[in-house]
């Protein structure tokens, strides 16, 4: 069973930031936060991961928050092929956990 | 650079029949493997992954099972499919420094009729 919480679907403005939000109240101190999206009939892309800190990389930008609770997936300015099922993940050991995840859609 | 192909890419099989699905890495040396399988309009299913040759760990009973005969190869059978059986299956791979930043294959589409 996954350990996160996402909702099931939300909508973005292209050119607009795309927020999309993750709760793991039950993350232990070893466990990352992963992201991944899935883009039809495709397999999933690695975004990004930490573990307490804030990261940012070319793709996207995750905050956690202080008590490692929530974390959330930032996506600066959205575009069409920004469209996708968005997995949030916390992981310890080999086994990389997929729950239902947030499906993305950028509207025009 | 490393590489992930598994196939066949499509397959319609029969009920009661056998099912074999290949995946290999190139390019990388002792990875972690992972077959996934994702039912229509669900998530993604972690079936089994391994972290070494003859190391699998299955993480769904069924009627499925995967093996690894070499280092790069993952191997993912059943005897006798079910209907259930129907779906995307995907292999996986990530560095054995066990990162958890998985590279995933094109996916093979199960439909059994």
């Known amino acids: 069973d996954a350990k996160t919480t996402q909702p099931p679907s939300m909508d973005c403005a292209e050119g607009r930031a795309a927020n999309l939000p993750c709760n793991h109240s039950?993350?232990?101190?070893?466990?990352?936060v992963y992201w991944y999206r899935q883009i039809h009939s495709q397999g999933p892309q690695y975004i990004i991961h930490?573990?307490?800190n804030n990261e940012t990389n070319e793709m996207a930008s995750l905050i956690i928050t202080e008590d490692r609770k929530s974390s959330t997936l930032i996506l600066p300015h959205a575009t069409l092929r920004d469209t996708a099922v968005y997995y949030c993940?916390?992981?310890?050991?080999?086994?990389?956990?997929f729950g239902a995840g947030t499906r993305l859609t950028v509207k025009p | 650079s490393q590489t992930i192909h598994q196939w066949p890419a499509t397959l319609v099989q029969p009920v009661g029949s056998p099912l074999s699905l290949e995946c290999t890495v190139e390019?990388?040396?002792?990875?972690?493997l992972y077959w996934y399988r994702q039912a229509a309009g669900r998530g993604l299913q972690l079936l089994f992954y391994s972290v070494g040759i003859g190391q699998i760990s299955s993480e769904v009973p069924q009627n499925l099972s995967a093996s690894r005969p070499q280092d790069r190869q993952f191997i993912l059978s059943s005897k006798k499919l079910l209907l259930s059986d129907s779906g995307f299956y995907l292999c996986?791979?990530?560095?054995?420094?066990?990162?958890?930043?998985?590279?995933f294959g094109e996916g093979s589409r199960l439909t059994v009729l």
């Open positions: 390019g990388t040396s002792n990875p972690n």
């Open positions: 996986a791979w990530s560095a054995s420094r066990n990162t958890g930043e998985l590279f």
């Open positions: 930490g573990l307490k």
């Open positions: 039950t993350i232990s101190g070893n466990e990352y």
């Open positions: 993940i916390v992981r310890e050991a080999y086994d990389m956990r």
